[in-house]
């Protein structure tokens, strides 16, 4: 278990190497720049300019320097466009932001989905499973970017219950939209997951010898099928996060939480090469972690894969 | 003459007839099993009026998509709403832009971006699961390899990272998704062709002296088709929403030039004024398109998938 992994972790490295090297280079060579402007700067600015921030040294002493002050520093440079402040200042700033309502969408996900799946699996073509299959088709149906809007026009503009956008500290009510805009589809998908993999484990013959050796439904349940049932919706959990968290961009611009998507959508208007750089890298990790977590989480639950790791 | 007579009777005409449907084509019975989903022909219908809209639906407009209508600006609020009179069908948009006009341009954009894109992503990801499926070991690693390294990597971040670096236009934006997408189908592919390599009439064929190549293509090819086919019905929807999010987000398609996404974020950003028209429209033919394509995939799925019959 602990070789895995450490040997997952190990090929992470390379990824985000290649990753780093990619984007750096697609930013250096890419025509214009921060600096480029109508107005041209006089050669001795742009000189001084392009010292500053060390642009004027060959590239892989650039790109060296780069890698080096992250691995040892934790330091991603200063922002091109905006000044006096660091990469490393965007994202303390925004990223506990994004994080809070992510956060709380991967609960509502798992909370609401699960849940929501079982029930529809027990009551097969009832009225719930017909809330969920609806549901399903409207998540697929509705992106969250028709979603919030949609959302603000109801919740806020209509009825005036939630604040349609800001963050205000990450009191509740300006939690809420986000955090359920971000978590719809997901959790529409878990349902359905979680859905048909309980269906098929409920017909499987080992819950007949359960159910004929005369336990309760609810021990057959809880006890027998559900845990088996809820794998595959672990391993989806992977990439639902993934998902997650390309789609908390679309979230922090539409709702203004202040979050980094914000700023990274910012940067790319601006090109501020570092800023964009450097949430590139942020987001990567954080994909990497997550489904990587995902992954051991699943190697450690699931026996036929633990017995294959040793 | 006895056999004359057998093959006058009833029963065997019946015989021949049930033999005659069992020896159908598999795409012939697909088609008829496609088109017996209700759903799936109301949805292919829908589809192909919305192509029809993009196509031709600019002969009715009255107004250019860049055309600013001066009369109606600082009274949009007020006057620039859906109108049969002034020719604006489904109202103006922000600036005072006919926005049927915008609404066809939006439309040609999104289908023409999610339906190139998508085809051509299913077709490197089907063509290089064939080669990994195919000739295995060092090279199917290699390319398995660069399959997860892209799965890892988050799209949208990567699609804004291109689009701020190459500049915004239409062939930049298809390219970009082709290169993120390009696994698209490529596991199932992959899997198909390991287990069609191994059959007996691939055997036969090697021996017969083919070309890798002609096997792949002329016998490996057509026996997964229908896994091709399923994909594409299902990337296409999705291309299109990618297109549209980072449309959304404004690093899409660049402005007067339009899509479907760039208009619902313009509709979104004036709902607080009450000018819902500018959200209603765009957002009604995204939903359509995408419930039109929902339903055909499902269709297709039913229609193909072996498992599914």
Same mark, same amino acid.
């Given at each position: 278990?602990?070789?895995?992994?450490?040997?997952?972790?190990?090929?992470?490295?390379?990824?985000?190497?290649?990753?780093?090297?990619?984007?750096?280079?697609?930013?250096?060579?890419?025509?214009?720049?921060?600096?480029?402007?109508?107005?041209?700067?006089?050669?001795?600015?742009?000189?001084?300019?392009?010292?500053?921030?060390?642009?004027?040294?060959?590239?892989?002493?650039?790109?060296?320097?780069?890698?080096?002050?992250?691995?040892?520093?934790?330091?991603?440079?200063?922002?091109?466009?905006?000044?006096?402040?660091?990469?490393?200042?965007?994202?303390?700033?925004?990223?506990?932001?994004?994080?809070?309502?992510?956060?709380?969408?991967?609960?509502?996900?798992?909370?609401?989905?699960?849940?929501?799946?079982?029930?529809?699996?027990?009551?097969?073509?009832?009225?719930?499973?017909?809330?969920?299959?609806?549901?399903?088709?409207?998540?697929?149906?509705?992106?969250?970017?028709?979603?919030?809007?949609?959302?603000?026009?109801?919740?806020? %503009?209509?009825?005036? &219950? @939630? +604040?349609?956008?800001?963050?205000? $500290?990450?009191?509740?009510? /300006?939690? #809420?939209?986000?955090? *359920?805009?971000?978590?719809?589809?997901?959790?529409?998908?878990?349902?359905?997951?979680?859905?048909?993999?309980?269906?098929?484990?409920?017909?499987?013959?080992?819950?007949?010898?359960?159910?004929?050796?005369?336990?309760?439904?609810?021990?057959?349940?809880?006890?027998?099928? %559900?845990?088996?049932? &809820? @794998? +595959?919706?672990?391993?989806?959990? $992977?990439?639902?996060?993934? /998902?997650? #968290?390309?789609?908390? *961009?679309?979230?922090?611009?539409?709702?203004?939480?202040?979050?980094?998507?914000?700023?990274?959508?910012?940067?790319?208007?601006?090109?501020?090469?570092?800023?964009?750089?450097?949430?590139?890298?942020?987001?990567?990790?954080?994909?990497?972690?997550?489904?990587?977590?995902?992954?051991?989480?699943?190697?450690?639950?699931?026996?036929?894969?633990?017995?294959?790791?040793? | 003459?006895?056999?004359?007579?057998?093959?006058?009777?009833?029963?065997?005409?019946?015989?021949?007839?049930?033999?005659?449907?069992?020896?159908?084509?598999?795409?012939?019975?697909?088609?008829?099993?496609?088109?017996?989903?209700?759903?799936?022909?109301?949805?292919?219908?829908?589809?192909?009026?919305?192509?029809?809209?993009?196509?031709?639906?600019?002969?009715?407009?009255?107004?250019?998509?860049?055309?600013?209508?001066?009369?109606?600006?600082?009274?949009?609020?007020?006057?620039?709403?859906?109108?049969?009179?002034?020719?604006?069908?489904?109202?103006?948009?922000?600036?005072?832009?006919?926005?049927?006009?915008?609404?066809?341009?939006?439309?040609?954009?999104?289908?023409?971006?999610?339906?190139?894109?998508?085809?051509?992503?299913?077709?490197?990801?089907?063509?290089?699961?064939?080669?990994?499926?195919?000739?295995?070991?060092?090279?199917?690693?290699?390319?398995?390899?660069?399959?997860?390294?892209?799965?890892?990597?988050?799209?949208?971040?990567?699609?804004?990272?291109?689009?701020?670096?190459?500049?915004?236009?239409?062939?930049?934006?298809?390219?970009?998704?082709?290169?993120?997408?390009?696994?698209?189908?490529?596991?199932?592919?992959?899997?198909?062709?390991?287990?069609?390599?191994?059959?007996?009439?691939?055997?036969?064929?090697?021996?017969?002296?083919?070309?890798?190549?002609?096997?792949?293509?002329?016998?490996?090819?057509?026996?997964?088709?229908?896994?091709?086919?399923?994909?594409?019905?299902?990337?296409?929807?999705?291309?299109?929403?990618?297109?549209?999010?980072?449309?959304?987000?404004?690093?899409?398609?660049?402005?007067?030039?339009?899509?479907?996404?760039?208009?619902?974020?313009?509709?979104?950003?004036?709902?607080?004024?009450?000018?819902?028209?500018?959200?209603?429209?765009?957002?009604?033919?995204?939903?359509?398109?995408?419930?039109?394509?929902?339903?055909?995939?499902?269709?297709?799925?039913?229609?193909?998938?072996?498992?599914?019959?």
């Amino acid at each position: 278990m602990l070789n895995y992994s450490l040997r997952r972790m190990m090929a992470v490295i390379p990824t985000l190497f290649i990753l780093i090297v990619i984007c750096f280079f697609l930013m250096r060579l890419a025509p214009g720049g921060p600096f480029t402007s109508e107005r041209p700067l006089p050669p001795a600015v742009m000189k001084n300019v392009l010292e500053r921030y060390g642009l004027d040294e060959p590239l892989y002493v650039q790109l060296w320097t780069y890698i080096k002050n992250i691995l040892f520093h934790f330091d991603f440079g200063p922002s091109f466009s905006q000044k006096d402040r660091t990469v490393n200042d965007l994202i303390a700033q925004g990223f506990p932001v994004t994080l809070t309502y992510g956060f709380f969408s991967a609960v509502f996900v798992l909370v609401l989905g699960i849940p929501l799946g079982v029930v529809a699996a027990l009551r097969h073509n009832s009225f719930w499973d017909y809330v969920m299959t609806g549901l399903a088709i409207f998540s697929q149906i509705f992106p969250n970017f028709v979603l919030a809007p949609i959302m603000v026009l109801l919740f806020t %503009l209509s009825w005036g &219950l @939630l +604040p349609g956008g800001g963050w205000n $500290g990450g009191q509740w009510p /300006y939690v #809420i939209m986000p955090a *359920v805009a971000l978590g719809t589809s997901y959790m529409a998908s878990v349902a359905r997951l979680t859905r048909g993999s309980l269906l098929e484990t409920l017909s499987a013959p080992y819950i007949r010898t359960a159910r004929a050796k005369g336990l309760p439904e609810r021990t057959v349940l809880w006890r027998h099928a %559900l845990k088996p049932s &809820l @794998l +595959p919706v672990i391993s989806y959990m $992977g990439p639902v996060f993934v /998902y997650m #968290i390309t789609g908390s *961009v679309f979230i922090d611009v539409f709702f203004s939480t202040g979050g980094i998507g914000q700023n990274f959508i910012d940067a790319a208007y601006t090109r501020d090469y570092s800023v964009i750089l450097g949430l590139a890298i942020l987001y990567s990790v954080l994909t990497f972690a997550l489904t990587l977590m995902v992954d051991l989480v699943y190697a450690w639950i699931d026996p036929k894969v633990r017995s294959g790791l040793k | 003459m006895r056999t004359r007579k057998i093959m006058n009777s009833p029963a065997y005409a019946e015989a021949a007839a049930e033999e005659m449907i069992n020896s159908r084509s598999f795409w012939v019975d697909a088609r008829m099993r496609f088109f017996k989903n209700k759903m799936a022909v109301v949805s292919l219908t829908m589809l192909f009026l919305l192509a029809l809209f993009a196509a031709f639906g600019q002969v009715f407009a009255q107004w250019s998509y860049e055309e600013i209508d001066w009369s109606l600006l600082g009274k949009i609020k007020e006057q620039g709403g859906p109108n049969w009179e002034n020719g604006h069908y489904f109202g103006v948009d922000e600036l005072g832009r006919d926005l049927y006009a915008r609404v066809v341009q939006g439309s040609r954009v999104s289908l023409l971006v999610g339906f190139l894109a998508g085809i051509l992503a299913v077709c490197i990801g089907s063509t290089m699961g064939a080669i990994a499926g195919y000739y295995g070991g060092r090279t199917d690693q290699i390319i398995m390899g660069a399959f997860n390294i892209t799965l890892s990597i988050p799209y949208i971040i990567f699609f804004v990272v291109w689009q701020a670096f190459f500049g915004r236009s239409l062939e930049q934006m298809i390219l970009v998704m082709v290169i993120i997408n390009w696994t698209a189908g490529l596991l199932i592919v992959r899997g198909q062709v390991q287990t069609l390599k191994n059959k007996e009439f691939i055997d036969a064929a090697r021996m017969l002296g083919m070309s890798d190549a002609k096997i792949i293509f002329k016998h490996i090819l057509p026996n997964m088709l229908w896994v091709i086919v399923i994909y594409m019905s299902i990337s296409i929807p999705e291309m299109i929403m990618y297109e549209s999010l980072v449309s959304f987000l404004g690093v899409g398609i660049q402005e007067p030039n339009t899509s479907w996404g760039a208009l619902i974020s313009e509709g979104a950003k004036t709902m607080t004024f009450g000018t819902l028209w500018q959200l209603g429209y765009p957002a009604a033919f995204f939903v359509i398109a995408q419930v039109s394509l929902y339903y055909i995939g499902d269709g297709l799925r039913d229609a193909l998938d072996p498992k599914e019959r």
